[in-house]
């Protein structure tokens, strides 16, 4: 599926999004934790108590379908690229999955979470980007955290931090000297910890590619952060944020993905904040279009959609089995279904 294979009259095509920091298979779940906190680890401390509710009956989702759902909340934000920060599920992420999931990177949870983070970094092929959580608080703790990992030897030009709320002037020279990047996830950090990325980070110089983190977190999709982040950052970067400066940091191949926004807007940023995503083309591969579009292809490939439509977005046919897997979602968390907040209406 090429552009030109579609009367695409009144919307704007557009390479697919990349979200570079996502954890899919907790976008079923509700925002845990009433912060601020003083960093994610006091966060986690609050909120992990897997015996109640509401943790109790997410986690009894089948952990396949809840990371089905997070693909498809990417989906339908425009985004054809994430970036999961947990292990990689072969037997999940495979051609059907509604998006690509990058594989070839190297990751740890965070410094008090992962014993051996120097000696995961020291085992990556020297080709592949290394994703950690790092800096992600407003205390002495968190800010120590970026010299820690230098001391460690796991910063350098492979290390992307993701949030970096606690970046200063000191550490910030430091990100530059060793050429590392960052990940921002501004609804994520206001959320937790009541404050984001400082501005002199924002406008540093250093790459920085926006995330949306998941719902435990963030109840918000791309689309939701694109808005978040265009109070600080002018339009065109912004969009770059999602698009070249990610697939630079995750040293992603090149791929034709592309999308299809029903905006009057030639502006990108514009289109996919005041339009709807209308059309996600992945591989070659039509993965979620809109009903009025959808009328151009033939029967036998209409047949292959089904129906999916969340409370604020414009209803869509997606390429994914929707009927099952709500039925799966139901059977543990009730009727009222909710995708990174918003509720699931069909």
Not at 48 to 56: A, G, K, L, T
Not at 220 to 225: A, K, S, T
Not at 298 to 326: C, I, M, N, S, T
Request: some cysteine; aromatic content about 6%.
């Amino acid at each position: 599926m090429k552009p030109g294979d579609l009367d695409l009259a009144g919307h704007l095509v557009l390479p697919g999004l990349i979200n570079a920091h996502e954890h899919l298979e907790f976008n079923l779940f509700p925002q845990l934790g009433r912060g601020p906190y003083p960093n994610a680890t006091a966060w986690a401390r609050d909120i992990y108590h897997p015996e109640c509710s509401p943790i109790r009956e997410q986690l009894r989702v089948p952990k396949r379908v809840r990371l089905w759902w997070g693909g498809l909340k990417n989906l339908l934000s425009g985004v054809t690229t994430v970036c999961h920060h947990n292990p990689y599920e072969a037997g999940v992420f495979g051609s059907r999955f509604p998006v690509r999931v990058v594989r070839r990177f190297g990751w740890a949870h965070s410094l008090t979470f992962e014993p051996d983070l120097a000696g995961r970094f020291r085992k990556l092929p020297r080709t592949y980007p290394f994703v950690v959580h790092c800096a992600e608080g407003t205390d002495r703790e968190a800010a120590e955290e970026i010299l820690r990992l230098d001391g460690l030897g796991a910063l350098d030009h492979r290390t992307v931090i993701v949030h970096g709320v606690a970046v200063n002037s000191e550490t910030l020279g430091l990100l530059r000297r060793r050429e590392a990047s960052l990940i921002w996830c501004p609804t994520s950090n206001l959320r937790m910890l009541g404050r984001t990325v400082r501005r002199s980070v924002v406008f540093s110089g250093i790459p920085i590619a926006l995330g949306t983190d998941s719902a435990v977190t963030a109840p918000v999709d791309l689309l939701d952060e694109l808005a978040a982040g265009r109070r600080y950052v002018p339009a065109e970067r912004l969009f770059e944020m999602v698009t070249s400066i990610p697939a630079k940091i995750l040293c992603l191949r090149e791929t034709n993905d592309w999308i299809a926004v029903r905006s009057s807007s030639q502006n990108p940023l514009q289109a996919l904040l005041r339009g709807s995503v209308a059309l996600v083309v992945i591989a070659g591969r039509i993965r979620l279009i809109s009903p009025e579009l959808a009328r151009q292809l033939p029967y036998r490939v209409r047949r292959r959609f089904q129906p999916l439509h969340l409370e604020g977005r414009a209803p869509v046919l997606v390429d994914a089995p929707v009927r099952a897997l709500r039925r799966a979602a139901v059977r543990h968390l009730g009727s009222e279904l909710r995708l990174a907040g918003k509720r699931v209406l069909s």
